[in-house]
């Protein structure tokens, strides 16, 4: 039925259908099948015959297994389908489309090749049979070789008859080999056939999982390290068509397979000396062995020895030479690309080119003439490219330890120059304008890693001076130049590498540049061609100040970027910048600003134009508004690094502060931000030596904890840790340029193309400055200020509570003395005190907060701050002290309404005393009346003597009288009794603050009185 | 940098038996008392005199253990001389240099000057291997022979410009074809004529790698 699919279109589809149906039928055997794993090729006769076809055809099946027949069915029946030449655009598509639903099908495929006995096979396999056939087994010299030449040609073209050649091919071609070295035209025909064999045909383009034939039959090929041998011995053979062919099929072989090559290389005896020794050979020879060198050395430390061992540095240098040099062709970049294998990561062979040829023949490969400006051809830039790329390789040294790689990177560095390497690399980066992009980017970079570590380079690039009379300028300045105005990203970081690399571990080279750090006068600013004349620090200041605050900060940002560097682990430098005050372009108001609050003061604006633009802000981690505040905050980081005068001044300004916590504490801000604005805070901590109330590290940690919460204020470091650790493991590592010219040059339009600089999404200037060195000195600094957190609150702040010894009354004090020392100590243990509870319960609530319950719900009811808490918790207790004082009135209240309630209770006995006392006064009164008038009664109805009336009358009288006066008596005693009790009481009342008048009032008269006196009478 | 001739030297034995030092001593004048098992091969370099002749010398350290013979195999081809060291206090490495032998012969060229080094002389007190054997061995197979010590420097520097005088020699005597660079010898380019040059760089020999 394959057979049939070969024929017209209708008969194909159906017999695609054929194919389909006994697919579903057969999946679940297939399935079966394949459970039996690799013997599964032995179940049906098609797949037996097959078998025996040839030895080398079950290696391969036996190795792939039934997944590649499955793979080669596929590809057998999508090339069937795809590779006839088809003008028709819909038939095309019809059977692209027919070859999709196919290739989930491709099980079936297998099943129905399996199945199909005979027909399976394609008509190339037969094809290719039949020429294998005629080859090994013709008589006729002519006839075979004949065969051979076609079976090249199939091969070739089809991929198909590739793999047909594959399974059946190679015990053939090998064995002819092996035996028929004589006849010469045979073995080229052979080898030519082998390299067509192993050679990708790019006809479907490639589907992931499709299988390549070339790649399959080199696995087969070099599985046997004989084959190999086989292969290096024909590298002697007199015939250049034969040693052509093997170097190229070894190249492909090496392209696919190239550690199972190396390796067998490497065991083969002189194996590669004999490939060395085709570099010897004719021109064409050569450069096909540069290719395969090439390949052979990549990663493979003992063959680069070995290479080198047999003279590789001179033979390339020689041909290098010979080809022109940069001038020079492709060639040219092959034996440089060939060199880069030799010294990468080798110390062995780098230390052999230093110390037998010398770094000058590469060196003078550099060398540009003046006059040769506009020769920059593709090819040219490509060979510096490649040359440059040696330089660095040798710059960064050997793989080995630190100390072992150190020494070699140092004397390579001196090794280089001395040959005066530096005056290339600067012709190169700094001065040619007319040079590529890629090329002034390449060497800047290598004048960095000239430089780096290297004290004695540093100096000479110092008092480098570039350009032509009379436009000389320091070669530093130069590079600032650069640094500050390209618009070409590249290049900005490489000359920001220089400045790193010259930086490093360089303090006079610091403090140099920073000693140059003054503002120019405004008449020579006012004049900015005049660079030449100014120094490297007032250029850059002025880049750091030149931006308007609402204007782009793109050059201040780079300038920071600069300064931190220069700052960068350097006392001196960090309290010489300090000092830099700007002139105001106004003069005369107030006192000039320094550099510092400037910066800050940018740092402020940048935050303060993001904060309308949410959408960004949220990515804004590295994003490309955001990075002026990183790249600031991590300036402020690096100065204020051990540099207590740097926190001071900073802390000057309580709105710096400010600034930072609320970096902090803004969810908005990118996780850089807020974890730089962190650390700074931190260092207003760790490195704060001031006293100052307000502006110590106690004033600090508690602004923290008040405004950030200190648990939230520690988690931005674990988030900065970790957005740097994610930085550092999505970083790419850098690629040689590859050898197909057009890609080099899609390259170097690449780097040509970036030029705006606003729209990356990382922006390179974070890259150059968050880097390693800097995540090792956030990890160190985060590690101080942790514990110096835990030491701040372990501390008091007066230190009264440790002078215990102090207490003890000082020989001849005074009582008055001693007693106001000890009432200063109290109120100083007392301030501490309170200082002490609210920073504890500030950490009761962190601990709180962070342990088990929603953060939001507790922050969202919790008293805003522990100070406030504090302050609370005070006025509760003066609360509850007025409440107790209140209570005391009260119950002293009662008291005395109960006293009152006595004292008139008593007063209206008395009062009821006094009137039946005065009762009993009428009563008498009357009684006398009576008398009386009963006396005048007797004195006239009687008529008795009245002398005896008279007396009796008197007698009586006086017996009344009597009688009256001493109750009389009786009654004003007691009157008078009551009367000074009254006053008694009533100063008593005054006494309690009782209104005695009212209560008096209410005495008097019986109306009036107020409730009190209701319950009273009611009571009685 | 310029040389008379440039010779490619390649030292070999069994592991342990102190090749790497004595290289180390020769190029730095150190000695190296903790045992870096070599990997591959380690390559060393320094400039003598002889003859008033400044001669660059380019040494290849090699593997003594038995996994590195086939990479260390590709170097004998291309080496003028090389270094067969044995170490005295280990009798088994004295009786494997026949099949050192056998290797150098079947990959070196054949005028390879051996240089047989009786290594570690000063550990006299556990000596197994007497000089006189050394001798006669060296006697036997047409090397010259030397016992030395790495760590003591003793022989060091003799052994290496005692094969390289014998190489000289064999140049002398037009034993090569100078110009055929596989035997591990090179003509330099300049200091050939002037015996002047020569002391000039044999003055900068030593410890110029590392
Ligand atoms: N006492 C003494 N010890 C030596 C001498 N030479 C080498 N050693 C010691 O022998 C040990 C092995 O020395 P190496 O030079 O590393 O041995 P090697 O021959 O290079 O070994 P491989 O690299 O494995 O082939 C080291 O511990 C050395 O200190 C010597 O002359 N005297
Ligand atoms: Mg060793």
């Given at each position: 039925m394959w057979g049939g699919a070969r024929g017209n279109d209708n008969e194909k589809s159906k017999g695609w259908n054929v194919v389909a149906d006994v697919g579903s039928h057969g999946l679940v055997r297939l399935k079966e099948v394949a459970e039996k794993g690799s013997t599964a090729y032995r179940w049906e006769g098609g797949a037996e015959r097959w078998r025996r076809k040839t030895e080398m055809a079950e290696a391969c099946q036996v190795c792939c297994g039934l997944v590649t027949m499955a793979e080669v069915a596929t590809m057998l029946g999508r090339r069937n389908l795809l590779s006839r030449e088809d003008n028709d655009e819909a038939r095309k598509q019809q059977r692209q489309s027919c070859a999709r639903l196919l290739e989930p099908a491709c099980w079936m495929m297998v099943l129905a090749r399996v199945v199909e006995e005979g027909k399976n096979i394609t008509q190339g396999y037969s094809h290719v049979e039949q020429l294998l056939d005629r080859i090994s087994n013709g008589v006729l010299a002519e006839d075979r070789r004949s065969a051979i030449t076609e079976l090249q040609q199939v091969v070739a073209e089809s991929s198909s008859a590739q793999l047909a050649f594959g399974a059946m091919g190679f015990p053939v071609l090998l064995s002819v080999l092996k035996e028929e070295r004589d006849d010469t035209e045979i073995i080229r025909g052979s080898l030519e056939t082998l390299v067509s064999a192993l050679t990708p045909i790019d006809a479907v383009q490639g589907q992931k999982n499709e299988i390549r034939p070339a790649s399959m039959n080199s696995d087969i090929l070099s599985r046997e390290s004989e084959n190999i041998s086989l292969l290096l011995s024909l590298l002697s053979e007199d015939d250049f068509y034969v040693r052509y062919y093997t170097l190229q099929l070894l190249t492909a072989l090496l392209t696919h397979f190239s550690n199972r090559l190396q390796e067998s290389i490497l065991l083969i005896p002189h194996g590669i000396i004999r490939l060395m020794d085709m570099l010897m050979d004719r021109e064409v020879i050569r450069n096909e062995a540069l290719l395969l060198l090439t390949h052979l050395t990549r990663e493979a430390e003992e063959i680069q020895k070995i290479l080198v061992f047999e003279g590789a540095f001179e033979k390339i240098f020689s041909i290098i030479k010979e080809e022109g040099g940069s001038d020079g062709g492709v060639v040219v970049q092959d034996c440089i690309e060939l060199l880069n294998n030799l010294v990468r990561n080798n110390a062995s062979n780098q230390i052999l080119l230093k110390e037998t040829i010398g770094f000058e023949p590469l060196i003078?490969?550099?060398?540009?003439?003046?006059?040769?400006?506009?020769?920059?051809?593709?090819?040219?830039?490509?060979?510096?490219?490649?040359?440059?790329?040696?330089?660095?390789?040798?710059?960064?040294?050997?793989?080995?330890?630190?100390?072992?790689?150190?020494?070699?990177?140092?004397?390579?560095?001196?090794?280089?120059?001395?040959?005066?390497?530096?005056?290339?690399?600067?012709?190169?980066?700094?001065?040619?304008?007319?040079?590529?992009?890629?090329?002034?980017?390449?060497?800047?970079?290598?004048?960095?890693?000239?430089?780096?570590?290297?004290?004695?380079?540093?100096?000479?690039?110092?008092?480098?001076?570039?350009?032509?009379?009379?436009?000389?300028?320091?070669?530093?300045?130069?590079?600032?130049?650069?640094?500050?105005?390209?618009?070409?990203?590249?290049?900005?970081?490489?000359?920001?590498?220089?400045?790193?690399?010259?930086?490093?571990?360089?303090?006079?080279?610091?403090?140099?540049?920073?000693?140059?750090?003054?503002?120019?006068?405004?008449?020579?600013?006012?004049?900015?061609?005049?660079?030449?004349?100014?120094?490297?620090?007032?250029?850059?200041?002025?880049?750091?100040?030149?931006?308007?605050?609402?204007?782009?900060?793109?050059?201040?940002?780079?300038?920071?970027?600069?300064?931190?560097?220069?700052?960068?682990?350097?006392?001196?430098?960090?309290?010489?910048?300090?000092?830099?005050?700007?002139?105001?372009?106004?003069?005369?108001?107030?006192?000039?600003?320094?550099?510092?609050?400037?910066?800050?003061?940018?740092?402020?604006?940048?935050?303060?134009?993001?904060?309308?633009?949410?959408?960004?802000?949220?990515?804004?981690?590295?994003?490309?508004?955001?990075?002026?505040?990183?790249?600031?905050?991590?300036?402020?980081?690096?100065?204020?690094?051990?540099?207590?005068?740097?926190?001071?001044?900073?802390?000057?300004?309580?709105?710096?502060?400010?600034?930072?916590?609320?970096?902090?504490?803004?969810?908005?801000?990118?996780?850089?931000?807020?974890?730089?604005?962190?650390?700074?805070?931190?260092?207003?901590?760790?490195?704060?030596?001031?006293?100052?109330?307000?502006?110590?590290?106690?004033?600090?940690?508690?602004?923290?904890?008040?405004?950030?919460?200190?648990?939230?204020?520690?988690?931005?470091?674990?988030?900065?840790?970790?957005?740097?650790?994610?930085?550092?493991?999505?970083?790419?590592?850098?690629?040689?340029?590859?050898?197909?010219?057009?890609?080099?040059?899609?390259?170097?339009?690449?780097?040509?193309?970036?030029?705006?600089?606003?729209?990356?999404?990382?922006?390179?200037?974070?890259?150059?400055?968050?880097?390693?060195?800097?995540?090792?000195?956030?990890?160190?600094?985060?590690?101080?200020?942790?514990?110096?957190?835990?030491?701040?609150?372990?501390?008091?702040?007066?230190?009264?509570?440790?002078?215990?010894?102090?207490?003890?009354?000082?020989?001849?004090?005074?009582?008055?003395?001693?007693?106001?020392?000890?009432?200063?100590?109290?109120?100083?243990?007392?301030?501490?005190?309170?200082?002490?509870?609210?920073?504890?319960?500030?950490?009761?609530?962190?601990?709180?907060?962070?342990?088990?319950?929603?953060?939001?719900?507790?922050?969202?009811?919790?008293?805003?701050?522990?100070?406030?808490?504090?302050?609370?918790?005070?006025l509760r207790n003066e609360l509850q002290e007025a409440r107790r004082q209140l209570e005391m009135l009260k119950s002293q209240k009662a008291k005395m309404e109960e006293e009152v309630l006595f004292y008139q209770s008593t007063s209206g006995k008395l009062e009821s005393d006094l009137k039946s006392l005065s009762d009993a006064y009428n009563s008498l009164e009357e009684a006398n009346h009576r008398v009386e008038s009963e006396l005048k009664g007797v004195k006239i109805g009687a008529n008795l003597s009245h002398s005896e009336v008279e007396r009796i009358r008197t007698e009586a009288r006086e017996e009344a009288q009597k009688e009256m006066e001493s109750e009389l008596n009786d009654l004003l005693v007691c009157l008078g009794q009551e009367q000074s009790k009254v006053e008694k009481l009533t100063t008593r009342l005054v006494e309690l603050g009782d209104d005695v008048e009212k209560l008096l009032e209410g005495i008097g008269d019986e109306a009036g009185l107020p409730d009190e006196d209701e319950d009273i009478e009611e009571d009685e | 940098m310029s040389y008379a001739y440039l010779f490619k030297y390649i030292i070999i034995g069994d592991t342990g038996v102190g090749k790497s030092c004595l290289l180390l001593q020769f190029t730095d004048k150190r000695f190296q008392p903790v045992h870096d098992l070599t990997i591959g091969v380690e390559f060393g370099a320094r400039m003598i005199t002889i003859d008033n002749k400044p001669i660059k010398l380019q040494i290849w350290d090699t593997a003594g253990q038995e996994s590195f013979r086939s990479i260390t195999r590709s170097y004998y081809r291309g080496a003028a001389g090389a270094l067969l060291v044995y170490d005295i206090t280990r009798r088994e490495t004295f009786n494997h240099l026949a099949s050192w032998l056998e290797d150098a012969r079947q990959h070196a060229n054949a005028n390879m000057t051996i240089m047989l080094i009786g290594n570690k002389s000063d550990l006299s007190h556990r000596r197994a291997v007497s000089t006189e054997e050394g001798q006669q061995f060296a006697k036997e197979h047409g090397l010259i022979f030397m016992e030395a010590s790495a760590k003591t420097a003793q022989n060091v520097e003799e052994a290496f410009i005692n094969t390289a005088a014998t190489i000289y020699k064999k140049i002398q005597d037009g034993v090569f074809d100078v110009s055929n660079e596989s035997y591990g010898i090179k003509i330099g380019y300049g200091g050939i004529q002037g015996p002047a040059g020569g002391r000039e760089s044999s003055s900068q020999a030593g410890g110029c790698c590392s």
């Open positions: 003078s490969i550099l060398k540009l003439h003046r006059g040769s400006a506009y020769n920059f051809t593709q090819q040219k830039t490509i060979n510096l490219l490649h040359a440059l790329e040696t330089v660095d390789l040798l710059l960064m040294g050997g793989p080995e330890g630190e100390t072992i790689k150190n020494a070699n990177r140092l004397s390579n560095q001196t090794a280089f120059a001395q040959k005066k390497i530096i005056d290339h690399l600067l012709m190169l980066g700094a001065e040619s304008q007319w040079a590529p992009v890629t090329v002034r980017c390449r060497a800047l970079r290598c004048i960095g890693n000239l430089v780096i570590r290297n004290p004695q380079n540093c100096d000479a690039l110092a008092n480098k001076l570039v350009g032509e009379e009379p436009h000389i300028e320091p070669a530093l300045n130069a590079i600032l130049r650069i640094l500050l105005r390209t618009t070409v990203i590249p290049e900005f970081v490489a000359a920001e590498y220089v400045v790193k690399c010259f930086c490093e571990k360089n303090a006079d080279g610091q403090a140099t540049l920073a000693s140059t750090m003054i503002q120019p006068s405004s008449g020579s600013r006012s004049n900015p061609r005049d660079d030449g004349a100014i120094s490297f620090g007032s250029m850059l200041l002025q880049a750091l100040v030149t931006s308007e605050p609402n204007g782009d900060l793109e050059m201040c940002s780079r300038a920071c970027g600069v300064l931190s560097h220069i700052l960068r682990d350097n006392a001196y430098s960090k309290d010489r910048v300090l000092q830099v005050k700007l002139e105001e372009s106004v003069p005369s108001l107030g006192p000039p600003e320094s550099l510092l609050f400037r910066l800050v003061k940018y740092l402020a604006f940048a935050a303060s134009t993001k904060t309308g633009d949410k959408s960004q802000t949220i990515t804004a981690g590295s994003g490309d508004g955001s990075y002026i505040q990183t790249i600031i905050l991590q300036l402020l980081a690096i100065w204020l690094a051990d540099c207590p005068n740097a926190v001071c001044c900073f802390l000057d300004s309580p709105s710096h502060l400010t600034c930072l916590l609320e970096r902090v504490s803004n969810p908005h801000a990118g996780v850089f931000v807020r974890g730089l604005a962190a650390l700074v805070l931190g260092e207003c901590v760790l490195h704060n030596n001031s006293t100052e109330n307000g502006r110590d590290a106690f004033a600090v940690v508690d602004a923290i904890s008040q405004k950030v919460g200190l648990t939230s204020y520690l988690a931005q470091f674990d988030e900065l840790l970790k957005a740097f650790d994610s930085r550092f493991s999505t970083a790419v590592s850098h690629k040689p340029p590859p050898r197909s010219s057009s890609a080099s040059m899609l390259d170097v339009h690449e780097v040509e193309n970036h030029n705006g600089l606003d729209h990356m999404e990382d922006h390179p200037n974070l890259t150059a400055i968050l880097d390693p060195l800097f995540v090792t000195f956030v990890r160190k600094l985060e590690a101080g200020i942790r514990e110096e957190f835990v030491d701040v609150y372990s501390r008091a702040k007066n230190k009264a509570s440790i002078l215990p010894s102090g207490l003890e009354r000082r020989d001849g004090e005074v009582d008055g003395d001693y007693i106001k020392r000890l009432k200063f100590f109290v109120e100083n243990q007392c301030r501490d005190m309170q200082d002490l509870l609210a920073r504890n319960s500030n950490l009761a609530e962190e601990l709180v907060r962070s342990g088990g319950h929603g953060a939001v719900e507790i922050s969202a009811a919790k008293p805003s701050s522990g100070r406030e808490r504090i302050q609370i918790d005070a | -």
